[in-house]
């Protein structure tokens, strides 16, 4: 099951729904939302690949959506959780950037520069390189509460939507 972090308009979490539903369920009838306990932050559950619904959702007409970033891997909000769950998704001898955003605090992960910096720590015994300017993979660390999306993508393969793709009412 591939999940996509979508954020939203806050308050508008359920009129976002229905959107990312739409652009969805003609691709994944058995596509589902969760919403987190943060405002402005949904989770797309779907059988499809994470890129391909991230691009389907950023691709699409929508007023509410904001982002979307595919996910690799929801795990607890716990370094050493975090880390193990990179080390099958890295490839030795990389270039990699570490990316870290907190949407809520309430976990008990440090502050989001100081996870950066503990990764790529990890990273590097791996056999990696920290190259901030033009990585071979940029490891995104989106921690919502207890809950972190984990995700490992070339550059070339983020997926956001474009403030001039957002329709205004």
């Known amino acids: 099951m591939g999940a996509v972090l979508v954020t939203v308009e806050c308050g508008k979490e359920e009129r976002a729904t229905i959107e990312i539903l739409d652009s969805i369920l003609p691709l994944d009838v058995g596509a589902s939302i969760r ?18 619904a991230a691009e389907s959702i950023a691709g699409s007409l929508t007023r509410l959506v904001r982002s979307t970033v595919p996910v690799d891997l929801l795990v607890s909000s716990d370094l050493s959780e975090i880390e193990q769950a990179l080390v099958p998704r890295i490839e030795a001898g990389s270039k990699i950037a570490v990316r870290c955003r907190c949407r809520r605090r309430g976990s008990s992960l440090p502050p989001p520069l100081e996870v950066e910096r503990l990764v790529g720590r990890s990273l590097v015994e791996l056999g990696c390189t920290v190259d901030l300017e033009s990585p071979d993979q940029i490891v995104r660390i989106e921690i919502i509460g207890e809950t972190t999306a984990v995700s490992v993508r070339p550059p070339s393969r983020s997926v956001f939507k474009r403030a001039s793709q957002v329709q205004r009412a």
Do not use: F
């Open 35 to 52: 919403r987190c306990e943060s405002r402005g932050i949904l989770i797309l559950e779907t059988s499809l690949d994470p890129d391909q």
